[in-house]
Nanobody
Framework: QVQLVESGGRLVQAGGSLRLSCAAS????????MGWFRQVPGKERDFVAA????????YYADSVKGRFTISRDNGKRNVYLQMNSLKPEDTAAYYC?????????????????WGQGTQVTVSS
């Protein structure tokens, strides 16, 4: 089992920056592929970014490429999402997810464990 707890979401103005954190507990963190997804009410959960177990491979949704950066610290059992140049359309609940295989998944159904989410609101 893996428990994930996100933090860092808040209200921010357009053009601003936020860093989301996800703390993991349970099974060995360094064996997990990790991802960030986001969801607005009434819509599906969308892929944002993913990182391999070693941090050597990262993937991004086109909508965030060049603005968001995913990283991880296996020693601290944390994964991060640095979000710059935020836009109102980035407003969503952001979820951290863990994949028990070491692959880098871009679909929600590839992930086995989920956090409770943290709300990011970007005002115009």
């Amino acid at each position: 089992q893996v428990q994930l707890v996100e933090s860092g979401g808040r209200l921010v103005q357009a053009g601003g920056s936020l860093r989301l954190s996800c703390a993991a507990s349970g099974r060995t963190f360094s064996s997990l592929g990790m991802g960030w997804f986001r969801q607005v009410p009434g819509k599906e959960r969308d892929f944002v970014a993913a990182i391999s177990w070693s941090g050597g491979s990262t993937y991004y949704a086109d909508s965030v490429k060049g603005r968001f950066t995913i990283s991880r610290d296996n020693g601290k059992r944390n994964v991060y999402l640095q979000m710059n140049s935020l836009k109102p359309e980035d407003t969503a609940a952001y979820y951290c997810a863990a994949d028990s295989s070491p692959r880098v998944g871009v679909r929600a159904d590839e992930y086995d464990y989920w956090g409770q989410g943290t709300q990011v609101t970007v005002s115009s």
